[in-house]
Nanobody, 123 residues
């Protein structure tokens, strides 16, 4: 069993930055990926970014590529999402997730989820 706890959400003006953190406890495996999804009011949940715990490769949604950076600290079992140049359309609840990596992980339903953290970007 894996527990995920997100932090770092908040209110920011358009063009600003926030950094989200996701701390994992319990057993994780080197063949896992950890990443972020988000859900805006009235919209379906969408993928944001992931990193593989082995090798550290990353993958981003087109809507955030170049603005968001995902990174990890394996020693701390923590993943970060640095969000720059934020836009009002980035407003959502951001969820951390982890599970065994597979091709198409960004379209899958990872096994473990955090409780979510609210990010609000004002115009």
């Amino acid at each position: 069993q894996v527990q995920l706890v997100e932090s770092g959400g908040g209110l920011v003006q358009a063009g600003g930055s926030l950094r989200l953190s996701c701390a994992a406890s319990g057993r994780t495996f080197i063949n896992y990926a950890m990443g972020w999804f988000r859900q805006a009011p009235g919209k379906e949940r969408e993928f944001v970014a992931y990193t593989r715990l082995f090798g550290g490769s990353t993958y981003y949604a087109a809507s955030v590529k170049g603005r968001f950076t995902i990174s990890r600290d394996n020693a701390k079992n923590t993943v970060y999402l640095q969000m720059n140049s934020l836009k009002p359309e980035d407003t959502a609840v951001y969820y951390c997730a982890t599970g065994r990596w597979r091709t198409g992980w960004e379209q899958s339903e990872p096994d473990y989820w955090g409780q979510g953290t609210q990010v609000t970007v004002s115009s």
